[in-house]
């Protein structure tokens, strides 16, 4: 709706207040905007996002668009809106499991550092690091997550930009497979491409 229809909507609203003075006019201005969610236990499929405070469901078009839709402003969080832009955690937590599985408990000890042996047990889990990928904006805000000694974080970037660089052989010294080579590299990129290193 144009601003010019919204404020002749407005003018013949005051209008009509003027000429029926006892008469409360309560202008409702998401609907006015053709902009309104719903409160319902389940979210129909174009409103599937379900604010978690207020129970309002939204349109995905919402989401992390700069304009707080539910009532605490969760659809504008800055780590829902970095995950929204990476792989979801259940894939990333699926791939650190099949390396563990392909690799033993302390494999990613060689990407993580000395805090991911145990199969990330140190770091919380894979879930947990899988959640930490997921929403840390960047390197630095990861490391802050896993309580990463500077030495491991740096370690890490090292691995992510070799990764940016086209450098496959950082990958292979740390003994990725080369059946393994282009998943690995694919998922380090997915991070990198969504400014896991800005």
């Known amino acids: 709706m144009t601003s010019c229809r919204v404020a002749a909507c407005v003018a013949a609203l005051a209008a009509l207040s003027c000429a029926v003075p006892h008469t409360i006019l309560a202008l409702d201005l998401n609907r006015l905007y053709g902009h309104h969610t719903k409160r319902s236990e389940y979210c129909h499929p174009y409103e599937p996002f379900k604010c978690p405070v207020d129970g309002n469901c939204i349109s995905i078009q919402y989401l ?25 955690v259940e894939e990333t937590a699926s ?3 099949s390396l563990l599985a392909s690799h033993g408990p302390n494999y990613l000890e060689k990407l993580f550092g000395s805090k991911a042996r145990d199969a990330l047990e140190p770091l919380g889990g894979v879930e947990k690091v899988a959640i930490a990928l997921s929403e840390s904006q960047t390197i630095e805000d990861f490391g802050a997550a896993l309580h990463l000694m500077r030495s491991d974080l740096e370690h890490l970037r090292s691995v992510f930009m070799a990764v940016e660089n086209g450098d496959l052989g950082m990958l292979k010294s740390l003994g990725i497979k080369d059946s393994e080579l282009g998943d690995v590299k694919f998922f380090l990129e997915k991070l990198v491409n969504t400014g896991f290193l800005d």
């Open 64 to 88: 992390c668009d700069g304009a707080p839709d539910c009532i605490d402003g969760y659809d504008e969080d800055s780590k829902l809106c970095t995950a929204a832009k990476r792989p979801p």
């Open 95 to 97: 791939f650190l499991q």
